[in-house]
């Protein structure tokens, strides 16, 4: 077993299982209410999905590579670690947990906003609706306690079911686009720039996640063929559905009326099918958010659980229940996004929405954008030569990549830049205390008496 891997469910999870984890973590929340939070910006919005797709493969590429040299578990911190040292792995699985635990939180609001379509009071109810997220999230936050083989059928099954209405708008949706709804292009009153900037920034939060299948790499069956597979292929997948959805979504329903929309592809689908096609649609934005809460909840106790193994995160954190899974850690974390939730309700849902998922896009940014230097890193630091051809290739894929995840920061906007800097510094001295910790605990050690030779 690779250092840092989990003993728990060892190979538990093969190709079907990794690329629905891909998957359903991406395919989530962000198609089933983004359309609501591009309206803004009218249809220059799928300028923004066809870049953000882009940096995305290039991302899902570069994670593949990573994960056939480092195997540990704990993805974007196990490869920064590798390439950059300790500091540098401490610094991104501290961004990289924050931005997992914020993405809970938003993925929790966004079921709440569709279950709030099916049942009309509790959408009346800011309450009601505080109560069904907190809910989704402890609930699942059980199940993973409970096991990774138990989180992995979980998210399969609401997988499968989550893409059986997403590909009937994203396909015969377009029977009913009316092309009046695609002008003007640009309704922003931004620069047509500054305008695929800030959607992309928003579109990428729909991307979160296609590095999952490298978080739990100790769980995985063959995991330097299984998971970039299961990476390059997942991201295939939710750009697809993703371009058709949105590009149906604005043809159908006016910008305005889908900016006002707490659910969004379920008004799509009443205007198309009926109120019946409505609250199907609804149905199954409840199970893909739910979904995407799983996979989410999955990552929130194996990261700080990988990071405690190697003495970067709190020793607590590192210690297995009876399940054999990171249960204090999957605690931690969700309470945390409990209380994320309840501090943004007051600002109406999809304002909370939006509030949660830049915080989380930008927490995210900072690990890719090492992450797509880390295997020039790791060559410079293992000494290990490749031929001219390959090095060009890893260059240029760093170099494609670092530019991507820069410019997605710059799209984010300064205001949550700098509140996710903020909460990025604020892991400094808790990496410090842990370090003066482990030194005392060295020196210690070092002090006792050693039995003497006899």
């Not at 003066?436 to 006899?454: F, I």
């Amino acid at each position: 077993m690779a250092p840092g891997a989990s003993p728990a469910a060892s190979g538990g999870l093969g190709l079907v299982a990794c690329t629905a984890l891909v998957v359903g973590n991406m395919i989530g929340s962000g198609i089933f209410l983004l359309p609501a939070s591009l309206a803004a910006f009218g249809p220059i919005s799928l300028v923004g999905w066809t870049v953000t797709s882009l940096g995305a493969l290039v991302l899902a590429v570069i994670f593949g590579r990573l994960s056939r040299i480092v195997t540990k578990t704990g993805g974007p911190y196990a490869y920064t670690e590798a390439g950059f040292g300790e500091f540098a792995g401490f610094i991104i699985a501290w961004g990289y947990w924050i931005a997992l635990w914020t993405g809970n939180a938003g993925v929790a609001v966004a079921l709440a906003g569709y279950v709030g379509f099916l049942f009309p009071g509790i959408a009346a109810s800011p309450s009601a609706s505080l109560a069904v997220a907190l809910i989704a999230i402890w609930t699942l936050t059980m199940i993973n306690i409970r096991g990774v083989a138990e989180a992995g059928f979980v998210q399969v099954v609401t997988t499968v079911l989550k893409l059986a209405p997403l590909a009937l708008i994203g396909s015969l949706g377009f029977l009913w686009i009316d092309g009046a709804n695609f002008m003007p292009f640009n309704t922003s009153g931004q620069s047509d720039i500054s305008a695929i900037s800030a959607a992309a920034a928003l579109t990428l939060w729909a991307y979160l996640g296609l590095e999952s299948a490298t978080v739990p790499a100790g769980d995985v069956i063959d995991p330097e063929r299984t998971i970039p597979r299961a990476t390059i292929l997942g991201v295939l997948i939710a750009a697809a559905v993703y371009i058709s959805v949105t590009t149906v979504a604005i043809g159908v329903v006016p910008s305005a009326d889908l900016a006002a929309s707490s659910a969004p592809l379920a008004d799509v689908a009443r205007v198309m099918w009926g109120a019946l096609g409505g609250v199907l649609v609804a149905i199954g934005a409840v199970i893909s958010t739910f979904g995407t809460l799983n996979g989410f909840t999955l990552l929130t106790g194996q990261v700080p659980y990988g990071a405690a193994l190697d003495r970067v995160f709190p020793e607590r954190l590192g210690h297995l229940s009876r399940f054999g899974t990171p249960a204090n850690a999957l605690v931690f974390s969700n309470l945390l996004a409990s209380i994320l939730v309840a501090m943004n309700f007051a600002h109406g849902l999809v304002g909370a929405f939006n509030a949660i998922i830049l915080l989380a896009v930008m927490s995210s940014l900072l690990p890719y954008a090492l992450c797509a230097l880390a295997e020039l890193m790791i060559l410079v630091r293992t000494g290990r030569t490749v031929a001219g051809p390959e090095i060009v290739k890893i260059a240029l894929l760093g170099a494609l990549g670092f530019l991507y995840a820069l410019w997605a920061i710059y799209g984010a906007g300064a205001e949550t830049v700098f509140l996710g800097f903020l909460l990025i510094l604020a892991g400094i001295p808790i990496h410090v205390a842990i370090k003066w910790r482990n030194r005392a605990r060295e020196t210690a050690a070092d002090l006792r008496p050693q039995p003497r030779e006899v």
